[in-house]
């Protein structure tokens, strides 16, 4: 299976709207300089190739969508006019047809039965992973997009778009979690880059000059400077993605600090010189999901965050139960933590109300307080959740604390650390709704561990 993106912005016509009508992924090298009489004469992809032979030097991308593009790939498209991208699968019917009513618009090769979902809710670049997006500045017509994470990104996301009513199909969920090894692989060694250089502004106030990322300084990737340094002092980066060893005896010349990360090489002659320091790739992934510097991770970043814990949020959509770290709405109200466990109910208000339809009857609910962690935990007993005003909620069954008396700030929490230390595993913090879900056996070991805050 592969996945392609399909640019219909070129020639100066957008065709985004025509294939989205007519259901197909449509190119130019329409023979628009024959006459349609001779047009007429094609009526297999071999007629047309001996016409095109005749036409232009090259028409490969055509070649590629007839032969390359396979049952089962996934196409991109981004309108011009909207903005918004489109996913579609190419189905066992999608054949190539050469339609004479597209010709004027130079749209006449096409691949049929394509329905096309929207991807994005947001007209924005941001709405995409990175490698989708920047496959689309130049390149082909047609062209396969093969950085990492892309396919297993696209099939996740068609089967959460596509209409299931039409398309019974559903690619597999792949096999990744929320952890350091697979975060790492979904990411661009940019990215990785990005990372390593708002950490060391993060942690030392240190700041990137953009104008030193060339390719002629295979030696580092920027230069970076201390504002708050007289001297002037220099720092230099260089980042390697994947099982790359680096030695510090090649950037010893370099007059600065030199920081040095590899994601699964090592570090050789680590401690041989003062000026050449080495970045903990786990500590680069722990500050990338930090929800507190969430403000500052690029949305490349982030997007693979989610992605990794949907895709754990998926493997437990139709188990029996599961447990959501809600938060309690702290940054907004005073009140609503103590209404919430005195009314034995959990809830969410504005904006945010949507995320209570996650919760299913018997599942649990975690009471996320911002800034201290789990305070509470209760199992969801009604079946549809009640809207009143700005307001909506389900009613639980309070399993800690067993008594309230209306003072949470005395109520005993778990925190972060505590929660990932317990369950051995990390999560994304930055969202009303903290993800992946829990299975019912860590739901379990962290009331056990509340429950002895209480003693």
């Not at 510097?293 to 982030?302: Q, R």
């Not at 649990?364 to 009604?382: D, E, H, N, P």
Request: net charge negative.
């Amino acid at each position: 299976m592969a996945v392609w993106r399909l640019q219909v912005n070129t020639g100066g016509t957008n065709v985004a709207d025509y294939c989205l009508k007519n259901h197909v992924a449509a190119m130019g090298w329409s023979l628009r300089e024959l006459t349609q009489a001779e047009r007429s004469e094609i009526h297999t992809f071999l007629d047309y190739c001996n016409l095109a032979r005749t036409q232009y030097r090259s028409f490969d991308s055509v070649c590629r969508m007839v032969e390359d593009v396979k049952e089962g790939d996934l196409l991109w498209m981004r309108s011009r006019n909207e903005g918004k991208y489109y996913i579609a699968r190419v189905k066992s019917n999608s054949t190539w047809v050469f339609r004479e009513d597209a010709v004027q618009i130079d749209a006449a090769n096409q691949l049929t039965n394509i329905d096309w979902y929207p991807a994005t809710d947001k007209a924005d670049e941001e709405s995409v992973p990175g490698a989708v997006a920047t496959s689309f500045i130049m390149g082909s017509t047609i062209q396969r997009i093969k950085k990492n994470g892309v396919e297993a990104y696209s099939q996740m996301l068609y089967n959460r778009v596509h209409d299931s009513a039409q398309d019974l199909f559903n690619y597999p969920d792949p096999a990744l979690s929320l952890c350091e090894k697979h975060f790492y692989s979904l990411l661009q060694p940019e990215d990785v880059e990005d990372l390593l250089a708002l950490w060391l502004y993060d942690t030392k106030g240190y700041v990137c000059i953009p104008s030193t990322n060339k390719i002629a300084t295979p030696k580092y990737e920027c230069v970076l400077v201390d504002p708050n340094d007289l001297n002037r002092k220099h720092i230099y980066i260089q980042v390697k993605k994947g099982n790359i060893d680096l030695n510090t005896d090649d950037y010893s010349s370099l007059n600065g600090e030199v920081y040095l990360l590899t994601t699964e090489g090592n570090i050789q002659n680590e401690q041989k010189y003062s000026n050449v320091k080495v970045a903990d790739p786990t500590v680069i992934y722990e500050f990338a999901i930090n929800p507190d510097k969430s403000h500052i991770i690029p949305e490349n970043v982030l997007y693979w965050v989610k992605f990794l814990t949907e895709i754990e949020n998926n493997r437990l959509k139709f188990s029996a139960c599961k447990g959501i770290m809600f938060d309690t709405n702290i940054s907004y109200s005073d009140t609503n933590e103590s209404e919430m466990i005195l009314g034995n109910k959990i809830a969410a208000y504005g904006d945010a109300k949507r995320y209570i339809d996650s919760f299913r009857k018997d599942d649990y609910a975690l009471f996320y307080s911002k800034g201290r962690g789990i305070i509470a935990v209760g199992q969801i007993v009604t079946d549809t959740p009640t809207e009143v005003g700005d307001e909506k909620y389900h009613s639980v069954r309070m399993i800690v604390p067993e008594n309230f008396n209306g003072d949470v700030k005395a109520l005993p929490a778990l925190s972060p650390n505590e929660i990932k230390t317990i369950l051995k595993r990390n999560f994304y913090w930055a969202s009303t709704i903290k993800t992946p879900f829990l299975i019912g056996t860590q739901v379990e070991m962290l009331i056990r561990e509340l429950k002895k805050k209480h003693v």
